[in-house]
């Protein structure tokens, strides 16, 4: 099975609401990523979990806030957001975040709209 | 600073025929690189991935390539079909440790009946 989950699978939220994406696999991995893809651009990372601690920050501003409560779960926790984060939040999750064969295995997304 | 470039950056082709598309990569010290497909509004389908001590791998009608010394990959779809219709991603991972992949823009495949 390598199938990465996310729930929900839309949402829509305005600028002060705070609401939750959450992801979920259950494959053993001990890496898991965040990614935001905008329309017709390709994925750009947010977060790196390995081992359950947060490995990479790509700079996000604090209004994303990442949490992974065990090793077949992650969140991410959004807060006061910008009509420009609006986007398609991929999850991804691989073996390890190193070795050479690490595949990364995605998820169906969350489409987010923010008004 | 790693860039990737895919090209070209959309294609259309008729049914049943062979294909290549291209990836290209401004570093060369990279530590894999991975091959994926995103259907519209979907998440992405990894297709292959190649180790930097590779130069191709084959899945069914797919082939990739890569030349790491040239910083190139390509991705040989033979026999296209109408279902292999599809954005392909190439993605470059240039660190060991930290599992961060850099994709290029995509390309956008039509395959007509």
């Known amino acids: 099975d390598t199938e990465v989950t996310q729930t929900p699978k839309h949402l829509v939220m305005g600028m002060t609401n705070k609401k939750s994406l959450k992801c979920e696999q259950h494959?053993?991995?001990?890496?898991m990523y965040w990614y935001k893809q905008k329309a017709k651009k390709p994925p750009e990372l947010m977060f790196v979990?390995?081992?359950?601690?947060?490995?990479i920050n790509e700079s996000v501003p604090s209004r994303f806030s990442p949490e992974c409560p065990n090793s077949s779960l992650l969140n991410l926790h959004l807060h006061a957001l910008q009509p420009e984060d609006s986007a398609l939040y991929l999850c991804?999750?691989?073996?390890?975040?190193?070795?050479?064969?690490?595949?990364?295995?995605f998820g169906p997304g969350t489409r987010l709209l923010v008004l | 600073k790693q860039e990737v470039t895919q090209i070209p950056a959309a294609l259309s082709v008729p049914e049943g025929e062979n294909l290549v598309l291209n990836c290209s990569f401004t570093d060369s010290a990279i530590y894999n690189l991975q091959w994926f497909r995103q259907d519209p509004g979907k998440g992405l389908t990894s297709l292959l991935l190649i180790q930097s001590s590779q130069r191709e791998q084959t899945s069914g009608r797919l082939n990739a390539s890569l030349d790491k010394s040239s910083g190139r990959s390509t991705l040989y779809i033979a026999a296209s079909q109408p279902g292999d219709s599809a954005t392909y991603l190439c993605?470059?991972?240039?660190?060991?440790?930290?599992?961060?992949?850099?994709f290029g823009q995509g390309t956008t495949l039509q395959v007509k009946p």
């Open positions: 993605a470059v991972r240039s660190s060991s440790n930290t599992g961060k992949l850099i």
């Open positions: 991804a999750s691989s073996q390890a975040a190193s070795g050479q064969q690490e595949t990364q295995y």
């Open positions: 494959m053993g991995h001990r890496a």
């Open positions: 979990y390995s081992y359950e601690k947060l490995s």
